[in-house]
């Protein structure tokens, strides 16, 4: 009982002091992965930024983040995407 009361203090404490700074930096982390991702491999969307020689240095590192940009870049947009 008396491990409990720290943790919830902390985790109280974490709310009202920086998960709001925390959700802004994961935010613009997302939005500088993918703007990483459409200046590396644009051209599958017909955007030919980097020439193909770079494209292909950077593939090891891109490949992770293929599946969520398409997720992200086909995704329909919302109002409520821009509030939340």
């Known amino acids: 009982m008396a491990s409990k009361i720290p943790r919830a203090l902390g ?6 002091a920086i998960h709001e700074q925390v959700r802004t930096l994961v ?16 051209d599958l969307l017909g955007l030919p930024v980097l020439p193909p020689y770079y494209s292909m240095r950077l593939l090891p590192y891109v490949v ?21």
């Open 11 to 16: 985790e109280i404490l974490y709310g009202l």
């Open 27 to 42: 935010r613009q982390r997302g939005g500088l992965e993918h703007l990483f991702v459409l200046i590396s491999f644009g």
């Open 64 to 84: 992770p983040l293929i599946n969520n940009w398409k997720r992200r870049i086909l995704r329909e947009r919302d109002l409520m995407d821009a509030i939340f």
